[in-house]
């Protein structure tokens, strides 16, 4: 349909203009349809196949659905193609992702193309055909892991490196005094209570407080403040900690019938070493050497014989022991190696299928599920230097190969079983995540983990993937979790800003508050030109200004009487809503033009 045409009884939204279009309702697209919500921008659903509870949410938002299949042209046009600013594919199969978005550029070449897709090498290729490529693994993970090893997530502006670090006060004060020109993003009270996002530098903070910092590295390090290193082990600690895990690896080779077989070996050449030593006649020795003695033990249990002594002309009894030595030796010499290749098989058999004991792990990071999003983070942990242990349940696990080419240990069991979390040394991990695909295994799985933490529990972070944002905040509130990181929360923002022209750059949590850093470009005719910084919203903090009219020239930090020109870029940081607030007054928000907006589903 013509952008100027009138859409008919039939299709109700075919004339609207400046909406977007959200084709798939399962996972990630319910909290990009409540996000777009809640930042009154209009929305139609395009799902053949929903979920009956995730429909009635769109009804009591007010946002139109249409069951029918978005690989379709009419379905496309009855949603109002012709006017949408953008178009997000976040079906529940890559193939038919993939197939809207074409048929969506085969439609209409202007409109933004949003898509959820996890294959590198598809997403490439859209990519060369002007289609966003967003991944909710990737985007969710750094925030994971950010939460595991209390690492500085660095953050890249207009090329140049910055960091966003968190760190606990260790004495009371103002942010200016205890961290000079570093910008403040977060305090997050020590007792509990609301997180002061974006705070001024003359904030009073207490001892105890957890406060998120934005600068450079040296910057950072100059305030001493370190991240990781604070927590993390010295090398020297992790030369002892692999030699342990070596000892323990040995430890677990040797299993009972191999040691008793050893120990009998050995009594039988200690035996004979001193019969010999004591009565054994060498011509032109009045005693046989004790080294010569073992010598010639050994020859004669392995059978080797390379004639330079011999029971010959000893006496009839030492003949005779000569002879219970050879059999007995070759007895037990047998035994030995038998056992010592069935342990070293069986290991290797364990090791294949994940299910042998691990011993002597320390300070370890523990992730339970191996998805797409548990893959991604293991993937960034050893890229990290940390040392990581799996616990998958399933044996058919895709990943699988994937994770033992990193040599990263994986043990096939359930996570939610006490004898599954001390089999991989629970006690001793340095941080726990949680990343099944099912909420409520991750809930079942953290009260496990929590109950066999014991007195560990308040220092160890366990992080919890939990894919509903409303239960996030309800197992945060109700369970005590410190660390419920909701991958459609971290991830909707990015899908959102792509399709309204807000470019999500990173985003991490603050306490539970999670923030989003974007880049934002000034409009000639917008709201924010000739605006002083200091004019925007309290919970919002510009972190730095690429100058147009200077090359790029990136203005860090700016100051707050700083102002806004046509055609800079801007990097902001702040909640969500705060952003988009920005960008509406920059640029006012796309509405239905001479349209009235149904109030429910479309059936």
């Not at 209570?193 to 974006?198: P, T, Y």
Request: glycine letters at 10%.
């Amino acid at each position: 349909m013509a952008a100027g045409q009138t859409a008919g009884p039939d299709q109700p939204y075919a004339g609207w203009r400046g909406h977007v279009i959200v084709c798939g309702l399962h996972g990630v697209g319910l909290s990009i349809v409540e996000e777009l919500n809640l930042s009154g921008v209009p929305a139609v659903v395009v799902d053949d196949d929903p979920d009956l509870r995730l429909a009635r949410s769109l009804l009591g938002w007010g946002v139109p659905h249409i069951p029918a299949s978005p690989r379709s042209p009419e379905t496309l046009a009855e949603a109002g193609l012709a006017g949408a600013a953008a178009v997000i594919c976040a079906l529940e199969h890559d193939l038919a992702t993939l197939e809207t978005a074409l048929l969506t550029r085969e439609l209409r070449a202007d409109v933004r193309v949003i898509v959820q897709l996890g294959n590198p090498a598809v997403g490439r290729a859209l990519t060369g055909i002007a289609i966003s490529v967003l991944d909710v693994a990737g985007l969710s993970a750094p925030a994971i892991v950010e939460a595991c090893l209390h690492t500085p997530q660095e953050i890249r502006l207009a090329g140049q490196a910055f960091c966003a670090a968190r760190t606990v006060a260790r004495r009371a004060g103002r942010l200016r005094e205890l961290y000079g020109a570093l910008a403040p993003v977060a305090v997050a009270p020590a007792g509990g209570g609301e997180v002061v996002v974006c705070p001024g530098r003359d904030e009073p903070v207490a001892a105890g407080d957890e406060v998120t910092l934005f600068g450079t590295a040296e910057e950072l390090r100059a305030a001493g403040v370190t991240g990781r290193a604070e927590h993390g082990p010295t090398r020297p600690e992790r030369r002892v900690r692999y030699l342990r895990l070596l000892a323990a690896a040995l430890a677990q080779a040797a299993d009972r019938r191999l040691a008793i077989a050893l120990g009998a070996l050995f009594a039988v050449l200690a035996g004979s070493t001193i019969v010999l030593r004591l009565a054994y006649h060498l011509p032109g020795y009045r005693s046989f050497p004790l080294l010569d003695a073992a010598y010639f033990t050994v020859e004669t249990v392995t059978t080797v014989g390379y004639g330079d002594f011999s029971f010959r002309h000893q006496s009839p009894w030492l003949m005779a022991g000569a002879i219970a030595l050879m059999l007995a030796g070759a007895l037990f010499v047998a035994v030995f190696f038998a056992l010592l290749t069935n342990a070293l098989i069986s290991r290797r058999i364990e090791e294949s299928l994940g299910r042998r004991r691990f011993t002597g792990l320390s300070g370890h990071v523990l992730v339970i599920g191996l998805g797409a999003v548990g893959m991604t983070v293991v993937q960034r942990l050893v890229g990290q230097g940390a040392d990581v242990v799996v616990v998958e349940k399933s044996e058919g696990n895709r990943h699988l190969a994937e994770l033992r080419g990193l040599g990263v240990p994986v043990l096939i069991a359930d996570g939610t079983q006490p004898q599954t979390l001390a089999s991989v040394s629970l006690a001793s991990a340095a941080a726990v995540a949680i990343l099944t695909s099912d909420d409520l295994a991750n809930l079942e799985t953290g009260l496990a983990v929590r109950d066999q933490l014991g007195e560990r529990w308040g220092s160890t972070p366990v992080v919890l993937r939990m894919f509903d944002p409303q239960l996030a905040r309800t197992v945060r509130s109700s369970f005590g979790f410190g660390f419920v990181r909701s991958t459609a929360a971290l991830a909707a923002p990015w899908f959102v800003g792509a399709a309204l022209g807000l470019e999500v750059l990173n985003t991490f949590y603050a306490g539970d508050e999670p923030l989003l850093v974007a880049r934002l470009t000034v409009t000639q005719d917008g709201g924010l030109a000739g605006l002083a910084m200091r004019d925007l919203a309290a919970r919002t903090r510009v972190l730095a200004i690429s100058r147009s009219s200077d090359d790029g020239y990136l203005e860090y930090p700016p100051r707050r009487g700083t102002r806004f020109r046509a055609g800079d870029r801007a990097y902001l940081i702040g909640p969500y809503e705060e952003l988009l607030a920005v960008l509406r007054r920059d640029r006012p928000a796309p509405g239905a033009a001479d349209q009235t907006r149904p109030t429910g589903r479309t059936d």
